[in-house]
């Protein structure tokens, strides 16, 4: 299957600081990726839309100066959490779709453990 | 909005045992997809299904998209230790725009002690 890769695995930050999240398509080109997070136990909850070449789209509730999303290429979109705060501590993952013919597919990073002190 | 009722929510399994987990909606899907998630990790894809009624194999995992296009099964036969973790299920209700899928709550697998 199709490989996304998502960096760092973990990152632990102080209150106050901004964290980048990279998420790349390694084997295949994708104009969108999406942005999830997910609490512990629980289901994994979109975030927003990454859009190659334009602005990303988020879903009600989602903070867009909160979380900064670039798609910068057909290949990278990265997550960046402004002003980390403890309730901002949570688990973030990518996908990216995979087209065929009549179908579609969606493949994962990895994901992201971020913890703010 | 769509929901995906995933069941059961918990599952303990002994080793060799079969498993069964189903998602059900009411509304239709044209995709289904099953993924498992290993602690720490993103999901990993299963088996995609694209058709009402198709019936899809990988390895010891079998998952069927149902006639009415509401539903999905997902079996494991014959359970090892590494099958423990959560099994989401996903659904699509069109062919594409994958911004539209929809997740279950999922179902976590466990060896029973």
């Known amino acids: 299957g199709a490989v996304v890769s998502q960096h760092p695995s973990w990152v632990i930050c102080k209150s106050g600081t901004s964290v980048k999240i990279e998420c790349r398509s390694l084997d295949f080109q994708a104009t969108t990726m999406f942005w999830y997070r997910q609490f512990p136990k629980q289901s994994l909850m979109l975030m927003a839309t990454?859009?190659?070449?334009?602005?990303?789209?988020?879903e009600q509730g989602v903070e867009k100066d909160k979380f900064l999303i670039n798609h910068a290429s057909l290949t990278l979109s990265t997550l960046t959490v402004t002003s980390a705060h403890p309730e901002d501590s949570s688990f973030y993952i990518c996908?990216?779709?995979?087209?065929?013919?009549?179908?579609?597919?969606?493949?994962f990073g990895s994901g992201t453990q971020l913890s703010v002190l | 909005g769509q929901q995906l009722n995933q069941s059961p929510q918990s599952m303990f399994i002994q080793e060799g045992e079969d498993v069964s987990m189903n998602c059900t909606s009411s509304s239709i899907f044209n995709t289904w997809l099953w993924y498992k998630q290993d602690p720490g990790e993103g999901p990993v894809l299963l088996i995609a299904?694209?058709?009402?009624?198709e019936l899809t194999s990988n390895g010891r995992l079998t998952a069927q998209f149902g006639i009415t296009r509401k539903d999905s099964f997902l079996n494991i036969s014959a359970s090892i230790p590494s099958d423990v973790g959560i099994y989401f299920c996903?659904?699509?209700?069109?062919?594409?725009?994958?911004?539209?899928?929809?997740f279950g709550s999922g179902t976590r697998l466990s060896i029973r002690p």
């Open positions: 299904l694209y058709k009402a009624g």
């Open positions: 996908s990216a779709p995979l087209a065929g013919a009549n179908n579609e597919k969606l493949f």
């Open positions: 996903a659904g699509l209700p069109g062919y594409s725009s994958a911004s539209k899928i929809i």
């Open positions: 990454s859009n190659e070449g334009s602005k990303a789209t988020y």
